[in-house]
DNA sequence: CGCTATTAGATTGTATACAATCTAATTTGA
DNA sequence: TCAAATTAGATTGTATACAATCTAATAGCG
């Protein structure tokens, strides 16, 4: 067995599917002029509005290099705007306009349609989903 | 449940976990001047030299928007060079410089660095790759 | 043979990622 | 209290990704 194959690899494949469900996702984002980690931003602020960029990061484990430009295209596309918080005037607090309040409802269809598109039964994704999880928590993440 | 939370996608902890990695493979590629995306092409022409563009993109899932300018890195850190095939001049040609082959010998090392510093064990790591490798079939990549 | 279709790479434009650095605001400790 | 340390974001520079388009070379076909 030769580490040093490609086959024998356990992070490439990580990195391809990582990418191909990127690419999924694209096509089933586009109507909503979303991309796949603009999406995650509007999942997270549906969860709780008006969180500090830096909670996003947090959560979505990016820094403000990646976010402050992704937030950016956000606010172009009418989905958020950002305001200071008046008590830490460090803090950008990013709030959901109108249009990214109600973009929530038609955004409903989108867990189902991926499912559909990476063809995956219920048990499956809860067997892969488990998987991740316990992965993610022995990396530490 | 509500599939519209981040905890509940499936989508969102592949994404993390491969950036994760690449965070941690780039610590350990540094020494040797090599971005993760770079590595896997060195991985791949250490299986088989002289093989031109088009097929490293096969292989990894790239195209030549992504590859040109990463080979053309390769090139700089002096470990591949370009050639053009004779028989067809569209195929671009590329061959590992003898400080790429003697690279092989040093990379030696990476994967079970890689393996500690993901801190998984053999089983484990035996355990992912399985289920990654049966999901990219079920994805059909 | 010669024209059309196809193919391989390169290029352009857009969008992440992230390290490193910078600025402004707040916190902390002598 | 007030200078030093810390923190939140923004900015800069480098490196992917990938769609779309372009160019040059080859293949296919009437």
């Excluded at 067995?1 to 096509?27: D, G, V």
């Excluded at 048990?123 to 991740?132: A, F, P, S, V």
Aim: glycine share 4%.
């Amino acid at each position: 067995m030769n580490p040093l194959h490609l086959s024998n690899q356990l992070c490439f494949p990580f990195y391809a599917i990582s990418k191909e469900i990127s690419k999924r996702y694209r096509t089933i984002l586009a109507p909503f002029n979303l991309t796949y980690p603009q999406y995650l931003v509007m999942l997270v602020l549906w969860e709780q509005d008006r969180i500090p960029l830096k909670a996003i990061g947090r959560r979505l484990q990016l820094d403000s290099g990646t976010l402050t430009p992704l937030l950016n295209k956000l606010i172009q596309s009418g989905y958020i705007e950002k305001a200071r918080n008046e008590l830490d005037e460090r803090e950008l607090v990013i709030k959901l306009t109108d249009a990214g309040h109600s973009l929530r409802e038609q955004a409903a269809s989108i867990p189902l349609q991926i499912q559909r598109v990476l063809g995956l039964t219920d048990d499956e994704y809860k067997r892969y989903k488990g998987m991740l999880d316990e992965l993610s928590q022995k990396l530490n993440m």
